[in-house]
Nanobody
Framework: QVQLVESGGGLVQPGGSLRLSCAASGFTFSTYFMSWYRRAPGKERELVAVVTDGGGNINYADSAKGRFTISRDNAKNTVDLQMNSLKPEDTAVYYC?????????WGQGTQVTVSS
C-alpha cells in the first residue's frame, strides 16, 4: 500500500536548521509531484514547497523562499526539505504529499517546533 513516512522533525532554536525527509513506497514515485505542506496551530494547512516529477521545476511559498530547499531522489524514492534560519512562526506539523492529476497521498506528519 502507499506509504509516506516523514522524519527529521523536532525542537530547534530560532535561527537553527532542520532537515525533513520523506520515504515513499507503494506507488511509482518518479511520476508524482512531491510537496511539503504544513499546518500551524489554529491555521489552515499551507503549501510550503513543491517539486515536479522529474525535479526540473520547484516552487516555494513566499514564507519559505530563501530559507527552505526541497529536493528529491527518484532512485531512492525520497524527498527532503532543508530548512534554515528557522523562525518561531515555522512551528507546525509538516506533511509530505504525493500527487498526480488524479490522486493525492499524505504522510502522517512530523512536528517542527521553533522555540528558545
Amino acid at each position: 500500500q502507499v506509504q509516506l513516512v516523514e522524519s527529521g522533525g523536532g525542537l530547534v532554536q530560532p535561527g537553527g536548521s532542520l532537515r525533513l525527509s520523506c520515504a515513499a513506497s507503494g506507488f511509482t514515485f518518479s511520476t508524482y509531484f512531491m510537496s511539503w505542506y504544513r499546518r500551524a496551530p489554529g491555521k489552515e494547512r499551507e503549501l510550503v514547497a513543491v517539486v515536479t516529477d522529474g525535479g526540473g521545476n520547484i516552487n516555494y511559498a513566499d514564507s519559505a523562499k530563501g530559507r527552505f530547499t526541497i529536493s528529491r531522489d527518484n532512485a531512492k524514492n525520497t524527498v527532503d526539505l532543508q530548512m534554515n534560519s528557522l523562525k518561531p512562526e515555522d512551528t507546525a506539523v509538516y506533511y509530505c504529499s504525493a500527487s498526480n492529476r488524479w490522486l493525492r497521498y499524505w504522510g502522517q506528519g512530523t512536528q517542527v517546533t521553533v522555540s528558545s
